[in-house]
């Protein structure tokens, strides 16, 4: 009973200890000082009711702007679920970037990114990227690093703040990084091919 107990709680943990540890091998402290790498990739965090990019997502674009501000990269690619017209995260975080003085010949959407790893494995296959700055919160940032890793991508990433006007929701996010990580070895592992697989057909 107890040896198989045991066998269970490895079987759990080990994936996820690899995941996050891998990860954390190829995190940075901060944006400033980072080596320059041809593109940022900025996954996608969910929209306001109006359609405008969420908060975590907010962050993470403005780590993007600063990285090509100050031209550590020379292209951001934004990643995220564009499944209907009425929920583009892509479109959303490339208004949200022109806004902020970044050129459109610049930004380059992926609205295929339906998750972390696709993200990383279209980044790869689609897009071409083998060299990457990743970033993310700091509660997601490792899992994405060792998924871009996994796919194929020398990347670094950073983290950026994860503080939340909803406490609890933030807690939540934390706590969804274990099954999160534990899908993404297996995802991994599995070479599971991205569930939409060619050019999408808004990527500038």
Known sequence: MWAAAVLVVVFGAVPVAVVQLMGQSRL???????????VVIVPGAGLRPDGGPSVYLERRLAAARDLYRAGTVQWI??????????????????????????????????????????TCVRAHTVYGVDRAIVVSQDYHVRRMLFSCQAAGIDAVGVGVSATSVTPTQAVVWRLREVPA?????????????????GPFPTSR
Do not use: C, N
């Open 28 to 38: 940075r402290g901060s944006i400033d000082g980072l080596d320059p790498r041809p």
């Open 181 to 197: 990580s534990w899908k993404a070895f297996l995802d991994a592992a599995l070479r599971r091919p991205p569930v939409i697989s």
């Open 77 to 118: 690619l934004v990643s995220g679920d564009a499944s209907t017209p009425y929920h583009d995260e892509p479109t959303s975080m490339r208004t949200w970037l022109l806004g902020q003085g970044v050129p459109a010949s610049a930004i380059v959407r992926d609205g295929g990114g339906l998750d972390t790893h696709d």
